[in-house]
């Protein structure tokens, strides 16, 4: 059990960081922050230091509450959530002003080694297939899956909204003890009970096509959007945002049989948390070992490749089927009867006629001489 107390203040100055790099690891900055390298305390952190535009959006106050929540939880609850999540430490000020937030670095198991030598950090799109290299097994994507979805019940025991959940925030690793994930970007979750908001909601292009950008964060939208991280997953396919039929009945034929009545109820209703709360005990337990399941189905409907964050694509809503402008009209076999209405020889027939007419021709004319 963690032994760490208190701080006598969750405010750093940002002067009094030490900046260092760390050049055998890869950091992944990009939205509204920029990620470094400090150390506080004789211990290394990241420094989320906000951008700008974002900076302004910030309130002050419910990021204080949301760094001193973590700092009040009992020892056992802290040391759970630090499991979970990286929750910032600190605030950290520089002008009189809020700038950021200092983060712990995940465990070392939830990066990866690149080909250069380099770690980065393993996202849970990191389960997925790419061209020419195949994704993980589906036993191993639902013991992952699971454990998400008992960190995210976990938190919405404890009057937490995830709020921005998505692939690229949940890292995963099946090394060490067994599968495990750790949540990122937590100065986006959000609680009524215990600081609000810090921010304005936003949502990348892909979720806000599941839950709008301007719905307040809710129990209900975190496991709606829940619902569309593991139909990604389980359907192998990143930029899935609504289910046709034939992408429903490969979800069901990739979860084993007994989890299919919940998939079912969760197709109706994503919002359900019964169903959740079931298949996370019964997901959360697998080893992540497990062979694929034998009566897995590809959807006819796959959209392959990885869209980053940002990008402008929007799939057309409806089944998966070939829309009628784009279906051939074919000629009907010979000696298959006409459409009523249609008159006058084909013209095929015709031509054919023709040319067996000249053949004959040429031969007469070749045996007379």
């Not at 070939?322 to 008159?343: D, E, I, N, S, T």
Request: aromatic share 4%; charged share 25%; with cysteine.
């Amino acid at each position: 059990m963690s032994s760490e107390r208190p701080p006598a203040g969750i405010v750093v100055e940002e002067e009094l960081l030490q900046r260092h790099d760390a050049p055998d690891v890869v950091l992944l900055s990009g939205g509204n922050a920029v990620l470094d390298w400090h150390r506080h305390q004789g211990e290394d952190q990241l420094y989320k230091r906000f951008r700008p535009e974002h900076r302004e959006l910030i309130d002050e106050r419910a990021l204080l509450l949301l760094v001193r929540w973590r700092w009040e939880l009992p020892a056992s609850e802290r040391d759970r959530l630090d499991r979970l999540a990286a929750w910032p430490r600190y605030a950290v000020r520089a002008g009189g002003r809020l700038t950021g937030v200092l983060v712990p670095p995940a465990a070392d198991r939830f990066f990866t080694r690149r080909r250069d030598g380099r770690r980065t950090p393993r996202p849970l799109h990191g389960l997925l297939g790419t061209a020419g290299r195949p994704g993980a097994p589906t036993g191993v994507r639902l013991a992952v899956l699971g454990r998400l979805i008992r960190a995210v019940r976990w938190l919405h025991a404890r009057d937490v909204v995830v709020n921005d959940l998505q692939p690229e925030n949940v890292l995963f690793t099946l090394d060490g003890p067994g599968p495990a994930v750790h949540l990122v970007d937590c100065d986006s979750m959000t609680s009524a009970r215990h600081w609000g908001r810090v921010a304005p909601v936003t949502a990348p292009d892909l979720m806000a096509e599941v839950v709008p950008a301007d719905v307040e964060p809710t129990v209900a939208t975190d496991l709606t959007k829940l619902m569309a991280v593991v139909a990604r997953v389980l359907l192998d396919v990143p930029n899935v945002t609504n289910l046709g039929t034939a992408d429903r009945d490969a979800l069901l034929a990739a979860v084993p049989p007994e989890s299919r009545p919940q998939v079912r109820r969760l197709l109706v209703d994503p919002a359900d948390p019964g169903p959740w709360d079931a298949l996370g005990a019964r997901w959360g337990e697998l080893p992540g070992l497990l062979p694929p399941p034998p009566a897995r189905l590809p959807s006819p409907a796959r959209r392959r490749g990885w869209l980053p964050p940002g990008y402008a694509y929007r799939p057309a809503l409806g089944p998966p089927v070939l829309p009628q402008r784009l279906r051939v009209h074919r000629l009907p076999l010979a000696g298959a009867a006409r459409p009523a209405g249609r008159r006058g020889p084909t013209l095929l027939p015709v031509l054919g006629l023709g040319a067996l007419l000249v053949v004959l021709v040429l031969l007469l004319s070749v045996g007379s001489r």
